[in-house]
């Protein structure tokens, strides 16, 4: 005949509700309630417990549950739909995955990326760089701050300069830029080099030395980074140009990276003009063979003489496969006739542009190396 009391089997059966319904591959259930079944009777007889010795002993039963479930989740004996679920919780996701660049979550998902731990702390501010990936086109870095509840301002509203070293030297790249993480404690600091405007590429490995000044700490956060150059899958240099009128535009080289589809141009105005509006802003956008346009992420523009030749390295998203053609379609950006600077906007909010069709190049793709 069971000694239990009722409030002990209704706490019990509760127990054992909660253990059941926990969606792991492995049985807790038995194990846990052999546990305490077997332990009820050492130390001490039933008949001196209290209720609230009662309550304890169930209470610890429940930690251990708990325990026992952490250790699940580290040696991931978990259910496919679970990995799925938890993978899916921004807390445990890449900066990468969710920070809405196709490539750099390609990158996440493909196992391109090099993760990290690297955490530095000033005056209870903590950040911490999580991941890098080098692709021979950019630098990407996903820098994110440990949460404080009292945190108004973004992450990237805090960082008031970022510097550079390689190999302890200083960077020479285009630029540096930061862009949105996957939240408003994280961002993502890209920087390319100058290997298409005249200067050296980026070695092949290299340590970087990321400094961070953060507003309201006077310490800047220094942490060193290990970078390696993933495989790039297909560089073209086609050597194909198109005039029309004073415009002189050249394809230098064309770029395919699983995470990055990179196009660097030349425009020479052959009458020796100055680059004034329109063609100080003209861009180019690049379709597949199917019609696709890809989506441009980043983009640098360099004068070479200060004056009519002009050198644009632009990023793109990749294409999920190699196209057997891309075609690129250079425009100019339509702006108010009344204002300088300012767009012509279309119905969606976006700068309205206009095509050169006499510009035009479809390139056939060699997806051999």
Not at 43 to 64: G, L, N, Y
Not at 138 to 143: F, K, T, W
């Amino acid at each position: 005949m069971s000694t239990r009391s009722k409030q002990e089997d209704k706490e019990l059966n509760q127990l054992e509700r909660l253990i059941r319904e926990t969606p792991m591959e492995i049985d807790l259930v038995n194990r846990t309630m052999n546990k305490y079944e077997s332990s009820r009777y050492t130390k001490q007889s039933e008949s001196s417990r209290t209720p609230k010795k009662i309550r304890q002993r169930v209470m610890m039963i429940v930690a251990s549950a708990a325990i026992i479930f952490s250790l699940v989740f580290v040696t991931s004996l978990i259910s496919p739909t679970m990995a799925a679920t938890i993978k899916q919780v921004p807390v445990l996701s890449s900066i990468f995955k969710l920070a809405g660049d196709l490539g750099l979550q390609i990158a996440d998902e493909k196992g391109l990326s090099t993760k990290l731990n690297t955490i530095v702390t000033h005056d209870d501010f903590t950040l911490n760089v999580s991941e890098v990936v080098y692709d021979g086109a950019r630098v990407s870095i996903g820098i994110e701050r440990l949460h404080k509840e009292d945190e108004k301002e973004t992450l990237m509203e805090r960082i008031n300069n970022i510097e550079l070293l390689i190999n302890d030297a200083p960077v020479k790249s285009i630029g540096i830029v930061m862009k949105p993480g996957k939240d408003n404690d994280s961002a993502i600091i890209e920087l390319s080099d100058l290997r298409n405007q005249g200067g050296s590429p980026f070695p092949e490995q290299f340590d970087l030395t990321v400094s961070a000044t953060i507003a309201g700490i006077q310490d800047p956060f220094k942490i060193d980074i290990p970078v390696n150059k993933i495989e790039n899958y297909l560089t073209l240099q086609p050597n194909v140009s198109r005039e029309y009128k004073n415009i002189h535009f050249s394809v230098e080289k064309v770029e395919f990276t699983p995470i990055t589809t990179g196009l660097t141009t030349r425009v020479v105005l052959t009458d020796n003009s100055i680059f004034t509006l329109p063609l100080l802003t003209m861009g180019v956008d690049i379709f597949d063979d199917q019609g696709h346009k890809l989506k441009l992420i980043g983009g640098d523009g360099w004068n070479a003489t200060n004056g009519n030749i002009h050198i644009s390295d632009r990023r793109f998203q990749p294409f999920e496969s190699i196209p057997k053609t891309i075609t690129l379609k250079p425009y100019i950006h339509l702006f108010d006739e009344k204002e300088m600077w300012v767009y012509q906007m279309n119905e969606n909010g976006d700068p309205k542009i206009q095509y050169i069709p006499e510009l035009e190049v479809t390139l056939p793709i060699n997806s051999q190396k």
